[in-house]
Each structure stands twice: as C-alpha cells, then as structure tokens.
C-alpha cells in the first residue's frame, strides 16, 4: 500500500523501522542524484545523502506539515552539500573553474568527456546552476527554491532568469 | 512568450538526460541499515495501547472481581423482582445503578497499596495508563449492568418502553459517572480505601434521605434534559480527566 509522506513520518516517529525503509526508498534516489548533479562524485553523494537521511530522522520531531515533506529534505539535502562542498573546498575550486573558464588541463579533459548537457550545467555559476535544476528537474516552484536555497525569491528569479540566459547563449553557440 | 515556453520544454527534456550513475542497492540498504541505529524507539499507537491495555482491564476486571460482581449483580435483580413497583421502588433502582462501581471502587482503593504501586511502576506500561484502562473498564461495566437492568426492569413491569427508557437511562447514568470521576480524582490524588468508604456512606445517607423525604419526588420531576445536559458535562470532565491522567508522564502520588 502506498502510504503518504504524513503516515509514514507519524509511523516512523513510534519506532516502525518499515516505514523509515519505505520513506528513505522513495526519496534515495532523487536526493542522491541531486547532491551527485551538483557536482558531486558517486563516493561523495552516497556518503552527503546517508548524512541527509541521517539528519532528516533527527530533526523529524521537529517536522511541521507545512509545505511539501519533498522541499523540506531537500533543503536538508542544499545544507549539507554545500557544507561538505566548503569543508571540501570544492564548491569554490568549482566555481572558479566554471565561472572564470579557466579549467585546468585534467579538468578540461574530464569535463570534455561528459555529455552537452552536463558541460552546459557545469558551465554555469553554482547558484544558477541549483536553481535551475531544482527548478527544471525537480519542478520546484520558486518560492520553494527560496525556503530550500534560504535565499529571497527576487534572488531566485533573478538566478533563474541569468542563468537561463547563460544556456540560451550555450545552446546558441552550440548550434 | 510562447518562445520561451518552447524553449523551457526544450531544457527540460534536455536536463531529463543528464547522465547519472547507476546507484547499487547495497548503498541503500547501507543507508537503510546506518538509519535503524538512530530510529526512535519503537511504541505502539496510543489509541491501539488504549484498546489493549483496556480490554485487559476488562478480562482482569470480571476475572479479579467475579464473585463480588456476581453477587451485587444478583442482589440488584432480586431486589428489582421482588419490590412492586412503586415510586420508592424506580428511586432505588436509579440510586442502585452505581453499585458494581462502589464495590469495585472500594476493593480497587483497597489494593492500591504502596507495594502494588511500586509493582505496578515496574510494569511495561506505565502506572497511569494502567489506572486510566481500569477506570474506563470499570465505568463500562457499570453502564451495561445498568443497561441490562433497565432493559430488565421495562420487561418484567411492562413500562412503555419509548416513555421510559431515556428518562431512566439519563438519570442512572448520572450517578455512574459522576462515581467513576470521583473513583478516578480519588486514585490520583489520595489512594486511600478510608475515602472511598466515605464517599459511599454518603450515598447510602443520601438514597435514605431521598427515599424517605420528598427529596426523591423532587429528584424524580426535574425534566430528564437537564440529566441529560449533567451527563454530558460529567462525561466531558471524565474524559479530560483520563486523557490528563494517560498524559501524565510521572507518577501523580507519591506515598509518604
């Protein structure tokens, strides 16, 4: 039976270990391949998410139904990979590498090999780059995407918006 | 506009091929397996524990008190039988409808001693939540006796049953719960078999009083709406009183 987000949160705050398999299983997979778009390795992503999961059980208690469950853990999802980004100090190295084009030679070669798509996304500032794929994969709306980034929804339009016209341009030239 | 939409169609299809890892099902089980160590600690739904822990009030209650209910039981029938019916006789039985509450009631504050505290603090569920299951047990045992006694007495005196039945039932029920609320302050807030023993005295004078005087009359001719409206009150105070009692996280009492 599937059993929505709220019954499944109740269940797991009275111990039922079935219900937090269920609950982790349907979101795994999105929060994975989210922290592993944002420039992530395989071995990070899978280590970022079992910390948000770990981190979602814990502040469970405190979780108030308000808005989607999905936005909340994703936010959880943002922190924690942008935390282990600047423990890393790879959201920095990213972004220079990306916002400055000035890639470096292992970097070039490895970025070549990826697909039109990931260049086009990895091309842009981080911000954008979040925005847009919470935005445009996952559907979030924007005033979403303020509550899970923390930012005010006029920075996340304008994010959209740049960004936006930074892949117009990518797709442009790319033609 | 609709440029833009087509191009926002166009990203999005495009994004939906990012390529992305295999993810093994060994790392999600890991997750999964890492996810049991921090889980909360296992409890059964409160309204679940509430039906368990009251049926087994119920099965320890006839079990425990079977010979005085089996007797009280008889002794309010044979009276019911015996006694014409008269004013006096409909006096009784509504002053008699609380009586398997009374007599649990007394051996029920005659075993809260401070050793069956300390056992009962020692048991899987908490002493509140026992003492909340035995009150609501005990209150429901007293309002079907009652039941069967009313529908007993409509048979054998042949009453009009749609007259009689609300009016009777209102004004038994009244007594019943407004014992059971005593029954459960008293288990809260003192636990001592002497207070009980009063509390019934009390009834005793007040039934002999009510008997013998015009108080029963006047008793008797308050419109059973107004019964009805102190049932409700009564109940409602009950109920707000259980749930405090099964909120309660310490134990109320504490014996000096």
Redesign the interface.
Known sequence: MLEDDGTLIKS??????QA??ML??RY??EI??YI??LGSS?EEA?DI??EV??AM??AL?TYKEQGSFKAWLFKIAHNHTMNSFRKNKHFISFSIEHENVKVGADISEHIAN?????E??NALPYTQKNT??LK??YGFTAKEIAKITGTPIPTVKSRLRQG?EK??KQMREGK | MEQNKNFEDKLEALLQTYPLPKIHEGDKQETIDVLKTYMPIRRERTIVLMKELIWKAFIDLLWHYKRQLCMTILLMFFIYTVLPLTMEKWLFFIFTSPLPILVIGWHFMNEQTEDMVELECTYKYSFQQILFSKIVAMTISSIVIYTCTVFYMILIHHVELSLSIFRIASLGLTPILLFSLTLLFLSVRYRDVLSWTVIILIWIFFVLLSISTSVGTVLLSINYLVYFVINVVLLALLVYRLVRVWGMERLPYEFH
């Open positions: 797991i705050l009275l111990g039922d270990e937090m398999e982790v299983r795994y997979d994975f391949n592993y778009r395989y899978k998410t079992q999961f770990i059980l814990k208690p990826q697909s039109v798509v990931k086009m996304l847009i794929i445009y994969i936006l892949v117009k």
